[in-house]
T-cell receptor, first 115, second 114 residues
Framework: KAGVTQTPRYLIKTRGQQVTLSCSPI?????VSWYQQTPGQGLQFLFE???????NKGNFPGRFSGRQFSNSRSEMNVSTLELGDSALYLC??????????????FGPGTRLTVT | SQQGEEDPQALSIQEGENATMNCSYK?????LQWYRQNSGRGLVHLIL?????REKHSGRLRVTLDTSKKSSSLLITASRAADTASYFC??????????????FGQGTTLQVKP
C-alpha cells in the first residue's frame, strides 16, 4: 500500500494570508488526524476526521479548520496566518479495527514558514 | 497541552550500547505508543503497549508500562548509528472515539556515535 502523502511539502506565506494543506491517507483508512510540531510546543494535536466528520478537536483557535472528503482525503486550512503558525504540519491516518485503529501512520509533513 | 514528559531530553551513546528513555503521563490511557522521527520528517510507529500489558518486545525494542506510576520506558538494545533520531511517547485515552487523538511527550533526542 502507498503511504500517507502530504502536499505541498514546503510552503512560504506572508502574515495575514491563508493556506490550505492536503493529506491523502493510506487506502482503506477512514481516520485522518492533524498535528502541529514546533520547537517550542512540540507535537500538538489539531483535529481528527473520521468518515467526513470532525471527531476530535485540539486546543487551537478557530483560524485552524479542516475537512474530509468522501474518499477520506483531508485538507486543513489556516486563515489569517501569524508568525507563530510557522511549523511542521503532520497528517496521520489509522485503520478501523481493534488495537490497530490506534496506530497512526504519518506523512512526511508540510513545512510552513510564515514571514 | 501535552501530557507526556520524557526523560532524558537528550542522550548520546556509543554504537553497541543500550539506550533507555522514560516517559510519564497524567491521565488514564487505553494504550501508550512510541514513535521515531528522523530529522524533522514524519513519525514512524515503533510499538504499542496496552494499559493491561506490562512489557512488550519488538526486535531490539523493549517497552515497559507501569500504570500505577503512569510511566513507561523504551529500551533499545545494541544500538546502531541508524537509531539516531528523536523518540516520542504518545498516549491514547480510553474510548473508541479517541483512537485518532494522540497526546505526545516532548521527546528524547538520541545520538548514537559510530
Amino acid at each position: 500500500k502507498a503511504g500517507v502523502t502530504q502536499t505541498p511539502r514546503y510552503l512560504i506565506k506572508t502574515r495575514g494570508q491563508q493556506v490550505t494543506l492536503s493529506c491523502s491517507p493510506i487506502s482503506g483508512h477512514r481516520s485522518v488526524s492533524w498535528y502541529q510540531q514546533t520547537p517550542g510546543q512540540g507535537l500538538q494535536f489539531l483535529f481528527e476526521y473520521f468518515s467526513e466528520t470532525q471527531r476530535n478537536k485540539g486546543n487551537f483557535p478557530g483560524r485552524f479548520s479542516g475537512r474530509q472528503f468522501s474518499n477520506s482525503r483531508s485538507e486543513m486550512n489556516v486563515s489569517t496566518l501569524e508568525l507563530g503558525d510557522s511549523a511542521l504540519y503532520l497528517c496521520a491516518s489509522s485503520g478501523t479495527s481493534g488495537t490497530s485503529s490506534y496506530e497512526q501512520y504519518f506523512g512526511p509533513g508540510t513545512r510552513l514558514t510564515v514571514t | 497541552s501535552q501530557q507526556g514528559e520524557e526523560d532524558p531530553q537528550a542522550l548520546s551513546i556509543q554504537e553497541g550500547e543500550n539506550a533507555t528513555m522514560n516517559c510519564s503521563y497524567k491521565t488514564s490511557i487505553n494504550n501508550l505508543q512510541w514513535y521515531r522521527q528522523n530529522s524533522g520528517r514524519g513519525l514512524v510507529h515503533l510499538i504499542l503497549i496496552r494499559s493491561n500489558e506490562r512489557e512488550k518486545h519488538s526486535g531490539r525494542l523493549r517497552v515497559t508500562l507501569d500504570t500505577s506510576k503512569k510511566s513507561s520506558s523504551l529500551l533499545i538494545t545494541a544500538s546502531r548509528a541508524a537509531d539516531t533520531a528523536s523518540y516520542f511517547c504518545a498516549t491514547a485515552r480510553p474510548g473508541s472515539s479517541n483512537t485518532g487523538k494522540l497526546i505526545f511527550g516532548q521527546g528524547t533526542t538520541l545520538q548514537v556515535k559510530p
